[in-house]
């Protein structure tokens, strides 16, 4: 479906390389480029799918219209008339040689935000111009990327009978119980934002039996770190009558089809980009946390039983295994309460962490489905039972066993195109320090 406007734009920069020569083009995008060479003005035009040059002649436009290029500056939104050219120099072997312009509206970028010198701006001065950033080849990429494989996920889960579901986000009380929490103004009542739909997917799961939910999560991280921030994307899923094996086979297969139809989608833009998609491939290694002790202690890294790994064990890890894998059954005390204990040896639970390199991409196993334990495990991670009074309601209905897990968005994305900041993943990251722009 074509929705730009002729009297602007009739083609897409994209589609102006499989035209005819001397064909008749409008197009229209932001200067991202512009040579003032006295008689002849080359400019790169470029709009969310790509660039291409325009060849402004002074000879063929006359004093007026070619003003009009000369004064043109970086980021300023144009419409441009011509014919499509075969040119060997221009990038991709053709140019528009233009015969008539229109400015669209003037831009007054600053001289350090221009595109010859935005590489040598540092992350957070980008991140202030965001807008203005995000129009670079190699950022409208990562984000095609990303919505492209938003839409394999969406596509794998819908044909596996999964139902997408939407929880609050304002809620009463803590979901995971350890995580720090947004306070809120709700009213007379105390609220907080949601850092996960933990609760709510696990009775769903009552409901539909296969649940899957895409939305925003917040965590109050004072961590600043290159893979920390306090909103995010998330991808969780929740299914009944599954163990924590069967949850962790539909997480590879998803990851592996939709990672490689959004990079066949894309590929051709993403070189351009000069990025590169990591190529998943089943199956994934699976290691015990008692292993992932072993082989970290053989590193020089000591870990003691019971403890989280720190960055330097994630960091070792990932020398060892350069793609994913799974490290699974890990001390119960690590895991939240609602993670059910190996029913033969309660100090291990039935869970997992997806790694990729040395990231946590993903968390889950299955859940506890018996009320009375769910209760002793409130107790002993040392929360009140009181408080989740509303979701231990639904372990008196008919709660089936079930498991599911959590991806992080912006990370997988991060991970699989080998970007050096999760922020570079999150159009407006929030972090510790950051709620503007």
């Not at 935005?118 to 950022?139: A, C, G, M, Y």
């Not at 934002?193 to 609760?199: K, M, N, R, T």
């Not at 009074?389 to 699989?416: D, I, N, Q, T, Y």
């Amino acid at each position: 479906m074509r929705l730009h406007s002729p009297k602007w734009k009739t083609h897409k920069v994209s589609e102006v390389f499989q035209l005819p020569e001397e064909f008749v083009v409008r197009v229209a995008g932001w200067v991202h480029v512009v040579r003032d060479l006295g008689g002849i003005v080359f400019l790169l035009l470029r709009d969310s799918d790509g660039l291409v040059q325009v060849v402004a002649s002074k000879s063929e436009l006359g004093d007026e219209s070619f003003n009009k290029f000369k004064d043109l500056r970086p980021e300023t939104v144009v419409s441009i008339e011509g014919r499509v050219k075969k040119s060997p120099k221009a990038p991709g072997g053709v140019e528009v040689r233009a015969h008539a312009i229109e400015v669209l509206n003037k831009a007054l970028v600053p001289p350090h935000l221009e595109p010859a010198s935005r590489s040598r701006l540092t992350l957070d001065e980008r991140l202030d111009n965001r807008v203005v950033d995000l129009r670079k080849p190699r950022n409208i990429a990562i984000f095609k990327f990303q919505s492209a494989l938003l839409k394999y996920i969406r596509e794998f889960l819908n044909e596996n009978g999964f139902v997408e579901v939407f929880t609050p986000k304002l809620i009463a009380t803590a979901t995971e119980g350890g995580a720090a929490l947004f306070p809120i103004a709700y009213f007379d009542m105390e609220a907080f934002l949601a850092q996960s739909p933990q609760l709510y997917k696990e009775q769903l799961s009552s409901v539909f039996e296969r649940v899957y939910e895409i939305g925003p999560l917040f965590r109050a991280e004072e961590s600043q770190t290159d893979r920390h921030v306090s909103e995010y994307v998330g991808v969780d899923v929740e299914v009944a009558f599954a163990t924590y094996e069967e949850v962790m086979e539909l997480l590879e297969e998803l990851l592996v089809y939709s990672a490689s139809k959004a990079f066949e989608e894309l590929e051709g833009e993403l070189k351009r980009a000069e990025l590169s998609c990591l190529k998943l491939e089943r199956p994934f290694p699976r290691i015990t946390y008692d292993e992932a002790l072993s082989i970290l202690a053989k590193s020089g890294v000591r870990i003691e039983w019971g403890e989280d790994l720190s960055t330097e064990a994630e960091r070792k890890l990932g020398e060892v295994f350069k793609g994913p894998y799974f490290i699974v059954d890990w001390p119960t005390r690590t895991k939240p309460f609602y993670i059910m204990p190996k029913p033969e040896n309660p100090e291990v639970s039935l869970s997992f962490d997806l790694m990729i390199g040395r990231m946590e991409v993903a968390s889950g196993g299955q859940r506890i489905h018996d009320k009375d334990l769910l209760i002793s495990r409130l107790k002993s991670s040392g929360l009140e039972p009181e408080s989740f009074k509303h979701h231990l309601k639904c372990f008196e209905w008919g709660m089936p066993p079930h498991s599911g897990w959590g991806l992080g968005l912006a990370r997988l994305v991060m991970v699989l195109l080998g970007l050096s900041d999760i922020r570079e993943a999150i159009l407006y990251p929030r972090d510790r320090w950051r709620l503007v722009p």
